[in-house]
């Protein structure tokens, strides 16, 4: 089945204690991406990623980094997490850059 | 900057009605245009993208129009489904097909 995984799904965490949210697709998509999305601001860009090696910043990429290394994963490193970091994130895949998107389920963080 | 708005926020009918949810954007600059749908406590799903070239795309109930020169796309959906009770996003993406900047949704209820 074609699809978009994230993990882990839930994760709750205190400030400053590094974490990893791993994203995986099988699409052999060459665009991934990251966003957050928070009510009231809706969904937000945090990186993109144009095909391996290659990443850029989105809108709000402060306080996040990310890694393509290889063409199936794209993980999200929050190196010391802060409470306004609290947030739903979602990773996605595409053929390549301005094609239809693939979401996958989200990663509901909270840092304590 | 890019701004996407969708107005309504929250809109509610009857089941059967033709509906008509918008979305505005403030660069015309678009490299294409994107309608998703999303459930509670999901990942989006893509069900429309209009490339800037074209005027509308038809998935089976749905059609989505775009204009723009005057920054406006529109989501019609068709004699409407209790089913069709969701989020619906609007996502411009520009800067050579990299980044992507969403509306904060409308939140459709489709009464039985």
């Known amino acids: 089945e074609a699809q978009v995984t994230q993990n882990p799904r839930y994760l709750i965490t205190v400030t400053g204690k590094k974490l990893t949210v791993t994203c995986s697709q099988n699409?052999?998509?060459?665009?991934m991406s990251w966003y957050r999305q928070d009510p009231g601001l809706g969904l937000r860009q945090i990186y993109y990623s144009m095909n391996v090696e290659v990443t850029d910043k989105g809108d709000v990429p402060e306080g996040y980094k990310v890694s393509r290394k290889e063409k199936r994963n794209f993980p999200l490193i929050l190196e010391s997490p802060s409470p306004n970091q609290t947030s739903l994130y979602f990773c996605?895949?595409?053929?390549?850059?301005?094609?239809?998107?693939?979401f996958g389920p989200g990663t509901r963080l909270t840092v304590l | 900057k890019q701004e996407v708005t969708q107005i309504p926020a929250a809109l509610s009918v009857p089941e059967g009605e033709n509906l008509v949810l918008n979305c505005s954007f403030t660069d015309s600059a678009i490299y294409n245009l994107q309608w998703f749908r999303q459930d509670p406590g999901k990942g989006l799903t893509s069900l429309l993208l209009i490339q800037s070239s074209q005027r509308e795309q038809t998935s089976g109930r749905l059609n989505a129009s775009l204009d723009k020169s005057s920054g406006r796309s529109t989501l019609y959906i068709a004699a409407s489904q209790p089913g069709d009770s969701a989020t619906y996003l609007c996502?411009?993406?520009?800067?050579?097909?990299?980044?992507?900047?969403f509306g904060q949704g409308t939140r459709l209820t489709i009464n039985p």
């Open positions: 996502a411009v993406t520009h800067q050579g097909a990299q980044k992507l900047v």
């Open positions: 699409m052999n998509h060459e665009y």
């Open positions: 996605a895949s595409s053929l390549w850059g301005g094609r239809s998107l693939f």
